[in-house]
């Protein structure tokens, strides 16, 4: 025996390219806009030399400015280095039953990846052909449930009702439902923490906060809920939100007006790149939320990302069953997006 | 069956207090002296505007900046947020035999926090009476080995020949040296990366770099051992270190003079504050690192740390077999740890 023989060996997920050169990047479904104003101040008056110092374990700055936003007590809060923090300790505390965990076919990709990591079982159940989930899917018993809202990488939104059919389904195990891209239209299941015990509800600051750099991300649920989920974060480590994101998190959560105007544009223009791709000839499902999972009639996925690739545009494309032909393009900003119709208008004439 | 019933359970690690009123805080062994100019520079020009962007996930410039500093290939270094991330993906990456992993009975208190984490069994073996680590207690099969050296809370340094003793006799298992207070006097076993493929050195910026507000921890080894911590690592988060703990990293290791006058008075204090501890009656191994682990001849432990406590100083105290009469106490500036004494001396005349 060797000790190669005691790794726990894992396929990691790759993230989206980040270019260190001059692009257009609509690859990561970043926020084209800068973070609120306040999140500068913070940082412009940081005094480095409490660096020395632990920060709060709590990062009650932080959890106390999200319960006042969202009007939910703190301690049914949780916060994480970024939403795939958050995730990953869920699925650590949550999937421990020997019945495979419930995801999508076509989502988010960290989900099997933390599946494989923690040695969990899971089946991944097919969505339909307009990349909706079918409800009765999750009526079966199982370890856990997982999906975003909207799902990704599909941009495709489902109602606070069909949700909770599901997870009146499933009162013996965690439902998790993952909303990084909620606040782009979206309906929040956020109340329906108060109803069920087991639903846990995910979002983060990566997105519609313009954070990404600065890895935050949080959850709502039953106060039982984060408090198992809070002892498996201390058991893993005490100290994982440092003090710039503690205090520069609370300074961006405070700042509602800002946030709203930044969502209302990101939309605005969202659906005016749905109608110029739809000229284009393009087809793809209504999004909610800061991107748009469009195909070609004519072209493929492969052959379109690579034209966009060599002219400096980035967007995103797996060579997946069922979405090969499709490119996931984030919404940038209008100039962003004008240069990308107007490129794929010269390629496609 | 409920949902709980698949919860994973844990008794959390209780950190050091952080006090919220303004007290002498020689508690959780953080640097008295702020962190390296250059990371005050780094701040003052941080671009907010670059927030809105994930940080490189391979955190680039920080690993450069180490790999610059210990002449170590960028391959060979692994950064994660504070050392107990590091360690804690080290323990799920690599320890996955069925014997158990081996540690002393006194040490850092979240190794058994994470075996319990990651339902891996370990055994703990217990120091001599002088703290010492007796190393023919570790020449039995396990399933992997670690400890800090110098150990904590003792402060004991053990010299690299013991410690090679103990890799040398475990080719099979992964051994973590766990030197988060190496820069304080004692020698670091990094050369002897080159020589075990299945040796890992975890060091950390929270003590000497006076970092532990950013939380950044690092870990050298062979490539191919940090090549499994990095798929393990990816699997987990893909993004952990945000873009100022990168870019504020990278400065503090730039400025090696400033890190090593910094380390000198802290050590300079230290043997000053042995004497004084000294005449006042307390004896302690003699510590190598940036805190002194102290009993009285006639006072216990608890009742000197409540004194303090009274008084404004906080240091730590475990009520654990073997260590309940001992007091860690950290190193602070010469005026606090003049304090610190003055006090101990009015109490016990």
Redesign the interface.
């Given at each position: 025996?060797?000790?190669?023989d005691?790794?726990?060996?894992?396929?990691?997920?790759?993230?989206g390219e980040?270019p260190q050169k001059k692009v257009i990047?609509l690859n990561?479904n970043?926020?084209?806009?800068?973070?609120a104003p306040k999140?500068?101040e913070i940082?412009d008056k940081?005094n480095?030399?409490?660096?020395?110092?632990?920060?709060?374990?709590e990062a009650g700055a932080l959890v106390s400015a999200i319960s006042d936003y969202y009007n939910v007590p703190k301690d049914q809060v949780f916060v994480g280095?970024?939403s795939?923090?958050v995730l990953?300790m869920s699925f650590?505390?949550?999937?421990?039953?020997d019945k495979p965990i419930l995801f999508p076919d076509i989502t988010y990709s960290f989900y099997d990846?933390?599946a494989?990591?923690y040695h969990i079982p899971y089946k991944q159940m097919p969505l339909d052909d307009e990349f909706r989930i079918k409800k009765e899917d999750y009526y079966t018993p199982s370890?856990?449930i997982i999906f975003p809202n909207p799902n990704a990488p599909t941009g495709v939104f489902e109602d606070i009702s069909e949700i909770e059919d599901i997870i009146e389904h499933n009162?013996?195990?965690?439902v998790i439902i993952d909303e990084a891209y909620i606040d782009f239209g979206g309906k929040s299941v956020l109340p329906l923490i108060d109803k069920y015990?087991?639903l846990l509800v995910v979002q983060t600051f990566?997105k519609s906060r313009?954070?990404?750099?600065?890895?935050i991300g949080y959850a709502f649920g039953s106060k039982?809920l984060i408090g198992?989920l809070?002892?498996?974060?201390?058991?893993?480590?005490?100290?994982?939100?440092?003090?710039?994101?503690i205090e520069?998190g609370a300074a961006s959560v405070q700042d509602k007006e800002y946030f709203e105007a930044t969502v209302k544009k990101i939309i605005a223009t969202r659906e005016r790149t749905k109608k110029a791709l739809k000229d284009l000839g393009f087809t793809f499902p209504d999004s909610m939320s800061n991107f748009i999972f469009a195909k070609h009639e004519k072209y493929s996925g492969d052959e379109l990302f690579e034209m966009l690739k060599q002219k400096g545009i980035y967007v995103r494309h797996w060579n997946k069953d069922r979405i090969s032909d499709y490119l996931r393009i984030t919404i940038g900003t209008d100039d962003e997006m004008d240069e990308l119709i107007k490129v794929l208008g010269e390629y496609i004439k």
């Open positions: 025996m060797s000790w190669e005691y790794v726990r060996k894992v396929v990691p997920y790759v993230p980040q990047k990561t970043e926020c084209p806009y800068p973070p999140v500068q940082i940081f480095y030399d409490t660096l020395r110092l632990y920060p709060d374990p280095v970024g795939d923090d990953s650590l505390t949550f999937f421990n039953s990846v933390w494989e990591l370890g856990g009162p013996d195990v965690v015990e087991n990566s313009a954070m990404a750099g600065m890895r039982k198992y809070q002892d498996a974060k201390f058991s893993f480590n005490s100290y994982t939100m440092n003090r710039p994101s520069a």
